[in-house]
């Protein structure tokens, strides 16, 4: 059984940083992509950074510059650091991975707020 388990989550003031992290365990040969969406109130769940086996990375326009996704193959952990948090980015937060052969998995969410 794969488990995804989150960290990182929390309050923060406009312009603070936070660090996310997603660790994945179970029985798996190998994790394709890894990634986190978020999801505020009434909207719907969007990407928020990506990040392939191979390094290569993608994020959404509203968190360019200010997000940085990473990933440590050894340990199975996702990580994104938030830097320059806005109040836009409010929501919770959901580590999602591709695994081989098993197909998609996803975390439970960790809530971020980020408010004065």
């Known amino acids: 059984q794969v488990q995804l388990v989150e960290s990182g989550g929390g309050l923060v003031q406009p312009g603070g940083s936070l660090r996310l992290s997603c660790a994945v365990s179970g029985s798996f040969f190998s994790i394709y992509a890894m990634g986190w969406y978020r999801q505020a109130p009434g909207n719907q769940r969007e990407l928020v950074a990506v990040i392939t086996s191979g390094g290569n990375t993608n994020y959404a326009d509203s968190v360019k510059g200010r997000f940085t996704i990473s990933r440590d193959n050894a340990k199975n952990t996702v990580f994104l650091q938030m830097n320059s948090l806005e109040p836009e980015d409010t929501a919770v937060y959901y580590c999602?991975?591709?695994?081989?052969?098993?197909?998609?998995?996803w975390g439970r969410g960790t809530q971020v707020t980020v408010s004065s």
């Open positions: 999602h991975v591709v695994l081989r052969a098993l197909g998609d998995y």
